[in-house]
């Protein structure tokens, strides 16, 4: 007879996720994280500021996966950021605009908004590009919460310098909405390849900006592979094969948009290390850490990666007029074995593959401190 051994898992994993964790916050090189983006890292703020634009986003599904609960992430769970919290052992990223609720920030704050962009707002009110824009608080607002908080988390110069040189500073992901208004508003892929130079040029600049603040350790993304978004998927649909890419199903000519975005945004940061050799300035390659399980699907556990789980009729499960917690929207029953969520984000699955990827390589650039 086997012996009752029921009881002996489950202890053995407490005692071990507790030992795990004291080693962590022992020796973790990072003692807080702050973030700067849009919706692939916001956990929060857009929710609090009133989600007009976009105010499914206040109910389930999203949150189904993890919280059970809408939270403001445009996810059914746990976000990139959230997975980077968990493994330097720090707690999840409290919303900037969370301020009256008593959290502590002394930890890392997230400033991210979803449908934030790298460009201010002028720019796209310059070119009536403002039609679907979800929030005004591009990266450069966000920039300024920081700079308006930095006195209470820090106080002498040399406590600053102590305190920003063991933060790590998330800048972007950035930038996606900047194209992402431009080709809704049915600009061509050459008009909106011209301003490709400036959107990289204002996440440089806010790099800077950071660095000149006493920030030393920097995370810049680049661009997921957009022709293989549902979104674009949807937006871009033709019935000409040519266009796709046989071995994954995903735009070819969006795709290569995406590398045109990071080709430049690297070049920046290569400048950027020359000019600020004290500082590390990473490049996460989100690109390279989500093409890979939309190029072998099954090897990341997915069944579906170009479908949305959540949303309406159509060739991708995605509908402009039956948004993901809209009226006629569905939900898929096993959400983790899809890559995207609503048809714009990605699922926890998705992020927890990228996070994977990036923390423990070799998707960033130089490689991330290792958690401990
Ligand atoms: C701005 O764009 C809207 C559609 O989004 C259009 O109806 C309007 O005519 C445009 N205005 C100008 C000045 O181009
Ligand atoms: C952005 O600011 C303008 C001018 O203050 C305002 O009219 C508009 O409603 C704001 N847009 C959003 C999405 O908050
Ligand atoms: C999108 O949804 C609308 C309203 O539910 C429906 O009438 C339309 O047929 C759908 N489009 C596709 C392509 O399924």
Redesign the pocket.
Known sequence: MAMPSSPFPPLFIIFCSFCILQGVSASSPYTAIFSFGDSLADTGNFLISGPRAFPFIARLPYGLTYFGHPTGRCSDGRMIIDFFAEAYGLPKLPPYLSSSQGWIYSKGVNFAVAGATALDVAFFQER??T?RLWTNSSLSVQLSWFEQLKPSLCHTTQDCTDYLSKSLFFVGEIGGNDYNYAFL?GLSMAQIQAFVPRVVEAIAGATSRLIEQGALNLLVPGNLPIGCSTLYLTLFYTPNKEEYDPRNGCLKALNGFSKYHNSLLKAALKKLRQKYPHAKIIYADYYGAAFKFFHSPSHFGFKNVLSACCGGTGPYNFNGSSLCGGPGSTVCSEPWTFANWDGIHLTEAAYRTIAKGLIEGPYSSPPLASPH
Request: proline residues 0%; hydrophobic residues 50%.
């Open positions: 009536n590009l039609a508003q």
